[in-house]
């Protein structure tokens, strides 16, 4: 069975980092695509970042540009986020997102709460 399960969410203050972390098991991790999404409780479920399965190119959403580093390693078959610069704005729920052979997971969310 295909499992995406997140961790490393927590209670962070502005400026401060965290690095979330997204073991896949059930698929060969080499074919998938896997991204990360956040959602605010009453708002979409949007995109962060995306690593690809072919030669692990990387994209980004513009509020995370520069602030936020996605990556893989396909022994351990995981994707990381490291989050840098944290702002308030980026408190939400961060889901873990894979598409490998014309199916597609989500991992359980793990929370990032950043307050004073």
């Known amino acids: 069975q295909v499992q995406l399960v997140e961790s490393g969410g927590g209670l962070v203050q502005p400026g401060g980092s965290l690095r979330l972390s997204c073991a896949v098991s059930?698929?060969?991790?080499?074919?998938?695509?896997v991204s990360w999404y956040r959602q605010v409780p009453g708002k979409k479920r949007d995109l962060v970042a995306i690593i690809t399965a072919l030669d692990s190119t990387t994209r980004y959403s513009n509020s995370v540009q520069g602030r936020f580093t996605i990556s893989r390693d396909n022994d351990k078959r995981t994707v990381d986020l490291q989050m840098d610069g944290l702002k308030p704005e980026d408190t939400a729920v961060y889901y873990c997102?894979?598409?490998?052979?014309?199916?597609?997971?989500w991992g359980q969310g793990t929370q990032v709460t950043v307050s004073l």
């Open positions: 059930g698929l060969t991790f080499s074919d998938a695509t």
């Open positions: 997102y894979a598409v490998a052979l014309q199916k597609t997971y």
